[in-house]
Antibody, heavy 120, light 108 residues
Framework: EVQLVESGGGLVQPGRSLKLSCLASGFTFSNYGMNWIRQAPGKGLEWVASISSSSSYIYYADTVKGRFTISRDNAKNTLYLQMTSLRSEDTALYYC?????????????WGQGVMVTVSS | DIQMTQSPSVLSASVGDRVTLSCKASQNINKNLDWYQQKLGEAPKLLIYFTNNLQTGIPSRFSGSGSGTDYTLTISSLQPEDVATYFCFQYNSGPTWTFGGGTKLELK
C-alpha cells in the first residue's frame, strides 16, 4: 500500500525557516517524481514544487521561487521542502504527492498533509 | 500563466441526479487535465486523468470529457458519498501547473 507521511510542520515567525519531510513507503520511491502542493485554510489547492525521480528536474511556483527548495533522498525514501523567508501567506496545509508515471504531472497518491502556520 | 476557471463554485443536487461540473482554461491545454475529489478534512483523491481516464478504483459513474479549453466532469447518478469539493488541474503549461478554484458539490 502506497503511503506518504508528512512531518515537520508547526508555528513559525515571519522571516524564519522550516523544513518539511515526506516519508514514502509501499512503492519504489526512486522511480517516481514527487510534488508539494499546499492549501491555505478554507482555500483551494496550489501546486508548489516538483522534483523528478533522480532530482535532475526541479520546478517551482513563482510564489515560492527563490525561497523554497525541494529535494529528496532516495536512500531514505524521503522528500523534503526547505522553506525560508516565510510569509503569512505561506500559511497552509502542505501535501506531498506522487506523480503518476503515465502523464506529465498527474498526482495519483497524496499524503494527509502537515500544517504550517506563519505568524508572530 | 494558464488560468483555470471552474463553474459553478457551488452546486446543489439531489441523489440520483446527473451532475456536470465545468472547468475552462484560459488557453488550449491539449487535454492535459485531471480531476480531483476532496472530501471535508481529507486529502484530495485522483478521479480522472488526462481528461477522460478513470483512475483505478473510482466508480464508473464518474467520467470526464473535453478538449481545447473546455472540460467537464460528469457524475451520472449522484450518491451521498459524492459530497465533496472537486478541483481540475492542468499540466499543459510545463513546468508550472495550476488548479482550478474548485466546485463544492452539496446535496439538495
Amino acid at each position: 500500500e502506497v503511503q506518504l507521511v508528512e512531518s515537520g510542520g508547526g508555528l513559525v515567525q515571519p522571516g524564519r525557516s522550516l523544513k518539511l519531510s515526506c516519508l514514502a513507503s509501499g512503492f519504489t520511491f526512486s522511480n517516481y517524481g514527487m510534488n508539494w502542493i499546499r492549501q491555505a485554510p478554507g482555500k483551494g489547492l496550489e501546486w508548489v514544487a516538483s522534483i523528478s525521480s533522480s532530482s535532475s528536474y526541479i520546478y517551482y511556483a513563482d510564489t515560492v521561487k527563490g525561497r523554497f527548495t525541494i529535494s529528496r533522498d532516495n536512500a531514505k525514501n524521503t522528500l523534503y521542502l526547505q522553506m525560508t523567508s516565510l510569509r503569512s501567506e505561506d500559511t497552509a496545509l502542505y501535501y506531498c504527492a506522487r506523480r503518476m508515471r503515465t502523464t506529465v504531472a498527474t498526482l495519483d497518491y497524496w499524503g494527509q498533509g502537515v500544517m504550517v502556520t506563519v505568524s508572530s | 500563466d494558464i488560468q483555470m476557471t471552474q463553474s459553478p463554485s457551488v452546486l446543489s443536487a439531489s441523489v440520483g441526479d446527473r451532475v456536470t461540473l465545468s472547468c475552462k482554461a484560459s488557453q488550449n491545454i491539449n487535454k492535459n487535465l485531471d480531476w480531483y475529489q476532496q472530501k471535508l478534512g481529507e486529502a484530495p483523491k485522483l478521479l480522472i486523468y488526462f481528461t477522460n481516464n478513470l483512475q483505478t478504483g473510482i466508480p464508473s459513474r464518474f467520467s470526464g470529457s473535453g478538449s481545447g479549453t473546455d472540460y467537464t466532469l460528469t457524475i451520472s447518478s449522484l450518491q451521498p458519498e459524492d459530497v465533496a469539493t472537486y478541483f481540475c488541474f492542468q499540466y499543459n503549461s510545463g513546468p508550472t501547473w495550476t488548479f482550478g478554484g474548485g466546485t463544492k458539490l452539496e446535496l439538495k
